[in-house]
């Protein structure tokens, strides 16, 4: 009986140790963590919702679009259907100096350069207004030489080409002149008076082939019976047309009718 009881005690002895050993094991594992201070996450608004890439890569595409066109057109309530804040004053801004450059230029008046929203813009206002009035002065000048050079051909007038300033009109004067006053004088050498070699020419050509010269050397072929005299004109039809003449007013080709007598030509 003794000896059971104690088998018994063992037994009941170990079976604590056990369960003691199991219980430690159990305390020393972790339960989950839980936040110290919970905080619940607000609901996402409709305007959240919207915010989405795509629709605001179209709204930034839509705002370029006015702005575009509020530039193109420079019509300012295209700048009001614009979303984006800084753009919008942008837009605003471009057209209001835009608005107020034209109107400094129609004027003409540097004063409102000063209203542009910069400082780059007003000196830049300043400088075209600049160059306006230098272009407006020089496109006086040319309607004054103008006027003054159709005058001169109008009235065959060419004895004041120096008066001309611009340069174009000068020259052409200047020639004139010279080539008439060859014509007059039935002096050729006078069209070497011309600065370049491509005026000297042409003077030469328009000398040689004015009717003027033609009836000069018809008559001083006539004068001295020698056809060959036509030989002096430098164009071929030309000569041809001297030897013709010359037959005819000599009788050494009689006329086939009055009419042929007038179908002589001058090639100029």
Known sequence: MKRTSLNIL???????????????????????????????????????QAATPENTQDTELADQVAFDGARQLRDVTFCQKIVNAELKQSCVTLLNDTATQQAAVDSMNPTLCDKLSTKALQNGCRMRLEVEGKNSEIQNKFAEETKLWDAMNEKKDFSKCESLTYEPYKKDCIFVRTRNDAIAKKNPIICKELKDGDSISECEKQYFGSPDYFKDTVT???????????????????????????????????????????QITIVQ
Do not use: H
């Open 10 to 48: 063992g037994t009941i002895t170990v079976l604590t140790m056990v369960i003691a050993f199991s219980g430690c094991e159990s305390g020393n594992q972790q339960l989950p963590s839980q936040p110290a201070n919970p905080q619940v996450q607000p609901p996402i608004t409709t305007q959240q």
């Open 220 to 262: 001083e072929a006539l004068n001295s019976k020698d056809i060959s005299k036509c030989k002096q004109l430098k164009l071929l039809d030309n000569q041809k047309s001297c030897e013709e003449a010359y037959r005819q007013l000599t009788n050494e080709q009689p006329f086939a009718s009055q009419q042929n007598a007038t």
